[in-house]
């Protein structure tokens, strides 16, 4: 198995929590960030490290963002409205809320993921319950971790699969080329000596 390497000690943990939270503002690209960090990782102990740096992101943005949607709400709101992410999902996330409001925070941090960040303001801005939306995203969350992190890490091994049987095909090529030649090499040779 070829071994990527990849600093988890330092800076690659910090890039990768910086990244996740960028994705928790509503910039796109944290879980493609998670799928990548997974997939370069071989040892399960490097797997577990993203799968908390990734959780412990996720979890810290969505309790700032209900918190400060919470306290601010006037003024934040019209300001999240300025920005597309927020102004095209609102009315959507609301009516969801009204009907699912723990399934849909639950399911809005894993499988929804485009819908995780509004549902966050949303939930703050209409005095959701604390509780209610911190136990859903800690459970929701944790399956995120796990899932995206996971994923990664199957591509990143079927990957080093791959690199592996692509090179022993080439060295199994050029083996059965190498030989050709030399038995070709010998008829000749024979062919010259009568």
């Not at 911190?134 to 995120?144: D, R």
């Amino acid at each position: 198995m070829i071994n990527i390497p990849i600093n988890l000690a330092e800076s690659g943990l910090i890039t990768l929590f910086l990244w996740v939270l960028t994705g928790a503002l509503g910039i796109p690209g944290s879980t493609i960030g998670i799928i990548i960090f997974g997939s370069l990782v071989t040892k399960i102990s490097s797997l577990i490290q993203i799968i908390i740096i990734v959780y412990i992101a996720v979890v810290i943005w969505d309790i700032i963002a209900y918190e400060l949607s919470s306290f601010f709400s006037k003024k934040f709101r019209k300001k999240l409205r300025k920005l597309s992410f927020f102004k095209d999902n609102e009315k959507k996330v609301k009516k969801l809320l009204e009907k699912y409001e723990f399934s849909i925070i639950f399911f809005t941090r894993f499988a929804l993921t485009g819908l995780c960040q509004v549902t966050s303001y949303v939930c703050g801005f209409e005095k959701i319950n604390r509780k209610k939306f911190i136990t859903a995203v800690l459970i929701g969350e944790l399956l995120f971790a796990i899932l995206y992190s996971l994923v990664g890490f199957a591509v990143g091994t079927s990957l080093n699969i791959l690199i592996k049987m692509v090179n022993n095909l080439a060295i199994a090529i050029l083996l059965l080329l190498i030989a050709a030649y030399l038995a070709a090499y010998q008829i000749r040779k024979m062919r010259k000596k009568k």
